[in-house]
């Protein structure tokens, strides 16, 4: 099966065409529509984290999507400052709303949905791999 590539500017207006793009690969590759609105929800989670720490206005995220059998191998790429997802605090799921801190959600949900996640940071590019098993 080929390998679904998209290069994402460091830019929020992506956002309105992401999904779509997403939705699309999915059905090529017949994935259920909760494991594509899983994907959609880390691509996006991660992206925008991209976008509100990348220093340089001309960076980019690259992304690669393979279906292999039963996993769904998704690598995302970009040149912005080091940051491991995984170092990432957990948010205090049982404090009061208005006792939590701001953030990080988002990045509990990626670890939360993926079956796997790593991180190496390569030739200055962080480098996040994520498997979804899709039985």
Known sequence: MSVFRLKLPND??????????????????ELTHEITSCLQLVVEELFV???????????????AIERRDSVLFVTLQDDGPPFNPLDAPSPDLEASLDDREIGGLGLHLVKEMSDEISYERVDGRNTVELKFRLN
Request: proline share 3%.
């Open 12 to 29: 929020l207006a992506i956002l309105e065409r992401l999904p779509q793009e997403l939705s699309d690969y999915g059905k090529r590759v």
């Open 49 to 63: 984290n991209f976008v509100e720490h990348c220093v340089a206005r001309d960076g980019e995220m690259e992304m």
